[in-house]
């Protein structure tokens, strides 16, 4: 079992930066991959960003090159840089865990409870 933690979630405006923390706990944290998914209204959820043991990353085509996934295996804490945030990125925003990478890549495995972001002016 592996309990997700997230932080980091607020009000911003167009063009600005969040970064949202996941702790994670109940298992040998280096060993997980790790992902972001994001969920706005009416829409289904969808993958922003994962990383696995290896650093190995993929992200969704909507924040390639906008958002940065990272991790610090001494602090079980998986990252997300929200940079050059826009209207569409306000979502609620998930973080998930498996051993497998496929897994996490394919909206399985254990999540956390969200957390939000809205980006207005």
């Known amino acids: 079992q592996v309990q997700l933690v997230e932080s980091g979630g607020g009000s911003v405006q167009p063009g600005g930066s969040l970064r949202l923390s996941c702790v994670a706990s109940g298992s040998i944290f280096s060993i997980l991959s790790m992902g972001w998914y994001r969920q706005a209204p009416g829409k289904q959820r969808e993958l922003v960003a994962a990383i696995n043991s290896d650093g190995t990353t993929d992200y969704g085509d909507s924040v390639k090159g906008r958002f940065t996934i990272s991790r610090d295996n001494a602090k079980n804490t998986v990252y997300l840089q929200m940079n050059s945030l826009k209207p569409e990125d306000t979502a609620v925003y998930y973080c998930?865990?498996?051993?497998?990478?496929?897994?996490?890549?394919?909206?399985?495995?254990?999540w956390g409870q969200g957390t939000q972001v809205t980006v207005s002016s």
């Open positions: 998930n865990a498996d051993r497998l990478w496929e897994i996490v890549l394919t909206t399985r495995g254990y």
